[in-house]
Structure formats: structure tokens, C-alpha cells
């Protein structure tokens, strides 16, 4: 299942000019204040859900390696947002140049860095909270250099990037990527967390940039079946009430190993607030499920999730 709007369509809210420009003012403001230049503390409330997200994965990280899909998101999910990559790590940048420099916020244990350089970018920097994450990263990178990963809450994006300027290779925090990802990522932050990391990542993108990120779609608060293989456990949970709420769940593996997830509740309209506040442009946005291919691949497996929507997937440019 693909809902797919078309990616010459772009998504702009019809605000007047004043109203614009009280906005672009604010959003200035606030760039500014996250690039060192203020005293904004990204993290103050945040500590108790990157506490269980660190935990959570530092535990379980082990079990997340995998060279080929394996888990329910590999096959329904991640190959969405390979497919939003593939023509803009194709296409020459303004020098002419082909190989595209990727930041992977939240990159776990590299599966999907390692999946962008297959597809042909030249380097990809990635950073994750779980210590455990970054060392099995590293470890599967084998010293290639073309993979260069650290450990840092995603909320000081900027802050992490200007620490490791040296390691990373890269001379600026800021307008040095070409491309940025964040998968799965958005699900373990509240929505104000969520806002202060898009606004990062538009720093951190040369103007022209591409930001795509994929998240459970907001509908999966109402899939709680206890034999699904991708559930939470939000049982007279409402949409609009357990908004920022963190709920916990399960993802299966195709070999029967099941993997503990948080998912931190936010509405379709948070997301669409948290792109326009920061001034990236909606290019494509995509539904994703189960679709007949996965069904003839293994009847078995998906049968429990099929027919209904699991992921969001979004597709944003920064103007030039």
C-alpha cells in the first residue's frame, strides 16, 4: 500500500505577507539561537525519554545488526525512503560533482548508511544516542572511511557536529550536507524535540538539500492487536489526547526475534507545523504498508499488518 502525492507538487501554508515575514523573522531568531549564538537548552525536557531511549538500545543494539531486511521496516518502511534518495544521489551537485555527502541522524547500527553509500554517496556522518549503536556502526564500517559515526542526542545536532569537526572531516556544521536522513528517529522525541532537530538539520543542509524522514504513521495509536507484528501497547489511547505521550510497543522480525520500541504520539498536523516552521518545502509524502509483493514474499509474516497504513514517509527541500 503506496499513497503517493506527486513530487512535483509542493506544500506551502497560504499565510498573508505580513504574516510571513513576522514568521521568517521568528524562525531567524530561533536558527540563531541553535547555531551557539543563544542559550537555548534543546534537551531540558527531554531527558527522561533519551534516558529510555539510550537504555533501550544499548540493551537490544546486538540485535539490531543486520546486513540484509529483516525486520518488519526493512521491508515496508526503509525501502520507501531508499526510493525518495535514489534520484538525488544520482543528480550533480552545482560543482558537478556526483558523490553526495549524507548526515544519518539517529543512525543506529549503520544499516541504512551502509544502504545510501551502495546507492552511491560518498560519505555519510552519522550519530545516534546509544554508545552500543555507534560501536556495532563502526565495527560492521571495518575502518572505511567513507562512514564516519559518533555518539550525541539528536537535539544537539549542531553542538555535536562542531565538536567532531576534525574527526568527521568536514569543515562547517552548517551548509555541508547535501542530503540528510533521520529514520524512524522522530518517533522517540516529543514534538518540541522534533521542531528544534528539523530546524538543525535546515542548517546543517547546503541550500538546494534534501531532508527525508519516516516515522509510524499516526494511525498506528489505534493498532494495538495483540498478534500483530508491529503494535503498541495504546489501548484507549485517543489521537488528539495522547498527543507527546510516550507509548511503548513491538516490531517482529522475520525470524521471530521481536524488538522493543517507544513511540512518542504526535498527529499528522504536528508534522506539517514542524516543516513549515522551519522553512523546508514539502516535495513528496508517502503512505506505507504492505504490499502485494510482500504478501507472495511471506504470507505468513505480514498478514497480521497488511491493509493498513504503518509508515509516513516525508521527502522536504531546502530552498536555494
Known sequence: LFVHQPATESFRPNNNKKRNESFLLLRKQLLLLRSGDGDIDANVDCDDGATKSRKMYNKQASNWVRTEPRCLSDFTGRPVVFGMLEDVLKEPDDSGSEGKVVLDIGCGEGYCARKVIDMGASKVIG???????????????????????????????????????????????????????????????????????????????????????????????????????????????????????????????????????????????????????????????????????????HPDFFESVKDRPLHLVFKLKKPH
Open 127 to 297: 550519530s545516534d544516542i546509544s554508545k552500543e549503536m555507534i560501536s556495532c556502526a563502526l565495527n560492521t564500517a571495518g575502518g572505511d572511511d567513507r562512514f564516519k559515526y559518533y555518539e550525541a542526542v539528536a537535539g544537539d545536532l549542531l553542538k555535536g557536529l562542531n565538536d567532531n569537526l576534525d574527526y568527521l572531516g568536514i569543515d562547517s556544521a552548517t551548509e555541508t550536507f547535501d542530503v540528510a536522513i533521520a529514520v524512524f528517529l522522530f518517533n522517540y522525541l516529543t514534538t518540541n524535540e522534533m521542531e528544534e532537530v528539523i530546524l538543525q538539520t535546515y542548517q546543517t543542509l547546503k541550500p538546494g538539500g534534501t531532508f527525508i524522514f519516516s516515522v509510524p504513521h499516526p494511525s498506528m495509536i489505534f493498532c494495538h492487536d495483540k498478534g500483530a507484528i508491529f503494535r503498541l501497547d495504546s489501548e484507549n489511547k485517543g489521537y488528539y489526547s495522547s498527543r507527546n505521550e510516550k507509548i511503548t510497543g513491538i516490531i517482529s522480525t522475520i525470524d521471530g526475534t521481536t524488538l522493543n520500541i517507544m513511540s512518542v504520539h504526535k498527529t499528522l498536523s504536528d508534522y506539517i507545523k514542524a516543516i513549515f516552521f522551519s522553512g523546508f518545502e514539502i516535495v513528496d509524502i508517502q503512505e506505507a504498508g504492505v504490499t502485494e509483493e510482500h504478501m507472495k514474499l
